[in-house]
C-alpha cells in the first residue's frame, strides 16, 4: 500500500524544538519528484511549510519558518523529516507530510496527491 505516516508532533514550551518523521511505504521517496510538508492550523487554511526535491537538489520554506525549520531525508530508511526549533504559539498545528510524484518542491507547494493524517503539534506554556 503506497501511503505515507507523520510521527513525532506533541505538546512543546514556546522555543522549543520537536523532530516529526514522515515514513513512506509502498514506494520510495527517490522516486517522487518531491515530499512537502504542510500543516492546518485551527481555523485557518492549509499551508505549505517546506518541501524537498528529488536529489536533495533544493527546498523550499515558508516565510513564517524559515531559519527555524529543516527540511532533510534518509533515503536509506525511506523518511523524510522536518526539525522544528524556536517554536512559537502560532506554530500550533496538525503537520502533514505529502508526496508529489511530478512536480518538483517549489514556493506554489503544488501537485502533492499522497497524504499522510497528520501528526498534531502545540506550542504552548
Known amino acids: 500500500q503506497v501511503q505515507v505516516v507523520e510521527s513525532g508532533g506533541g505538546l512543546v514550551q514556546p522555543g522549543g524544538s520537536l523532530r516529526l518523521s514522515c515514513a513512506a511505504s509502498?514506494?520510495?521517496?527517490?522516486?517522487?519528484?518531491?515530499i512537502g510538508w504542510f500543516r492546518r492550523a485551527p481555523g485557518k487554511e492549509r499551508e505549505g511549510v517546506s518541501c524537498i526535491t528529488r536529489g536533495d537538489t533544493s527546498a523550499t520554506y515558508a516565510d513564517s519558518v524559515r531559519g527555524r525549520f529543516t527540511i532533510s531525508r534518509d533515503n536509506a530508511k525511506n523518511m523524510v523529516y522536518l526539525q522544528l526549533n524556536s517554536l512559537k504559539p502560532e506554530d500550533t498545528a496538525v503537520y502533514y507530510c505529502?508526496?508529489?510524484?511530478?512536480?518538483?518542491?517549489?514556493?506554489?507547494?503544488?501537485?502533492?496527491?499522497?497524504w499522510g493524517l497528520g501528526t498534531q503539534v502545540t506550542v504552548s506554556s
Open positions: 505529502a508526496a508529489s510524484k511530478y512536480y518538483p518542491c517549489s514556493p506554489a507547494f503544488q501537485g502533492y496527491g499522497l
Open positions: 509502498g514506494f520510495t521517496v527517490e522516486s517522487y519528484a518531491a
